[in-house]
């Protein structure tokens, strides 16, 4: 008497097989029982809601460069040093002479806008482009009042060099970079990958 074929598995749909090797629908290598990936809460539909305090799909990350982006406004932005005279000022502080700074705030109000209004995968999908455009402009307007204090600070004697917070402006606009790249962006569940 012939033994029973061992029942095999599909990653992907789950269904069972007891002759074939791979999924005749999606030609994976079927799997044992045990080897089946515990299945995961699936992805809201493109015009699903979301709920406020959703953290997936960019939008933590968004935040967290929000948070970095005001931190670096108010943080100590450089330090001016002429022997042992040491002055910091903050790209607050620099915005009276260099109002451009005040971009890093206002780009921070955006993106809060974004994260309360866009609250489907489709919105914050189309967001992509402008979140990302917009991610640079505090480097840029960093960059440029930077500069311009070099050039001030050049006949006074002062040696001029950014301080943490210009590092903490740098990492925020990292994050919100990534972010924008991420917006909306449903990741593959394990084993989904390779569908085709």
Same mark, same amino acid.
């Given at each position: 008497? /012939?033994?029973?074929?061992?029942?095999?598995?599909?990653?992907? *749909?789950?269904?069972?097989?007891?002759?074939?090797?791979? *999924?005749?629908?999606?030609?994976?290598?079927?799997?044992?029982?045990?080897?089946?990936?515990?299945?995961?809460?699936?992805?809201?539909?493109?015009?699903?809601?979301?709920?406020?305090?959703?953290?997936?799909?960019?939008?933590?990350?968004?935040?967290?460069?929000?948070?970095?982006?005001?931190?670096?406004?108010?943080?100590?932005?450089?330090?001016?040093?002429? &022997?042992?005279?040491?002055?910091?000022?903050?790209?607050?502080?620099?915005?009276?002479?260099?109002?451009?700074?005040?971009?890093?705030?206002?780009?921070?109000?955006?993106?809060?806008?974004?994260?309360?209004?866009?609250?489907?995968?489709?919105?914050?999908?189309?967001?992509?482009?402008?979140?990302?455009?917009?991610?640079?402009?505090?480097?840029?307007?960093?960059?440029?009042?930077?500069?311009?204090?070099?050039?001030?600070?050049?006949?006074? &004697?002062?040696?001029?060099?950014?301080?943490?917070?210009?590092?903490?402006?740098?990492?925020?606009?990292?994050? *919100?970079?990534?972010?924008?790249?991420?917006?909306?962006?449903?990741?593959?569940?394990?084993?989904?990958?390779?569908? /085709?």
């Amino acid at each position: 008497m /012939n033994p029973r074929p061992a029942v095999r598995f599909c990653p992907f *749909c789950r269904e069972s097989f007891e002759v074939e090797t791979h *999924c005749p629908e999606h030609e994976l290598e079927l799997v044992a029982f045990e080897s089946l990936q515990v299945p995961t809460e699936p992805p809201p539909a493109p015009d699903d809601w979301l709920p406020l305090h959703e953290s997936r799909f960019g939008r933590a990350l968004l935040f967290v460069g929000v948070v970095l982006l005001w931190a670096g406004f108010f943080a100590p932005f450089v330090v001016a040093t002429r &022997g042992s005279q040491l002055v910091q000022e903050s790209a607050f502080s620099l915005s009276e002479v260099a109002p451009n700074l005040w971009s890093i705030p206002m780009v921070g109000m955006v993106f809060l806008a974004i994260l309360a209004r866009l609250r489907t995968l489709r919105a914050l999908a189309r967001a992509r482009f402008a979140t990302l455009l917009l991610s640079i402009l505090p480097l840029i307007s960093g960059i440029y009042s930077y500069r311009n204090v070099i050039q001030a600070t050049h006949r006074t &004697g002062l040696q001029v060099l950014p301080s943490w917070g210009s590092f903490l402006l740098f990492w925020g606009v990292c994050f *919100c970079a990534w972010a924008a790249i991420r917006l909306g962006q449903v990741s593959p569940a394990p084993g989904h990958a390779n569908r /085709n």
